[in-house]
């Protein structure tokens, strides 16, 4: 089980800190991924983590802004989110699996979401 926690509505260029709790799953062997979704839009990759945190990966839109960390002792993940813009908002998901980084079939357990709004 994941579950997501601390979204919120913020103004644009302010910041959030996503995370992620953990349960029911081996939490040290998985890669960890947070996704977003927009409304009207496909869910998309925004950043992942390798099983042991040594390598973390972004896409585009967000590199320089946001950063994903994980505590493996506390089966815990987190996306702290910097200089928001208006087109972050969406609901963001965390999710977990074993294979290929970026894909979202390769990530076999996922949260239900918690929402954020930048507003301009």
């Known amino acids: 089980q994941l579950v997501e926690s601390g979204g919120g509505l913020v103004q644009a260029g302010g910041s959030l800190r996503l995370s992620c709790a953990a349960s029911?799953?081996?939490?040290?062997?998985?890669?960890m991924g947070w996704f977003r979704q927009a409304p009207g839009k496909e869910r998309e990759f925004v950043a992942a983590i390798t099983w042991s945190g040594g390598t973390t990966y972004n896409t585009n839109s967000v590199k320089g802004r946001f950063t994903i960390a994980r505590d493996n002792a506390k089966n815990t993940v987190s996306l702290q989110m910097n200089s928001l813009k208006p087109e972050d908002t969406a609901l963001y998901f965390c999710a977990a699996g074993t294979g290929r980084i970026r894909p979202i079939p390769e990530y076999d357990y996922w949260g239900q979401g918690t929402l954020v709004t930048v507003s301009s």
């Open positions: 029911g799953l081996t939490f040290s062997t998985t890669k």
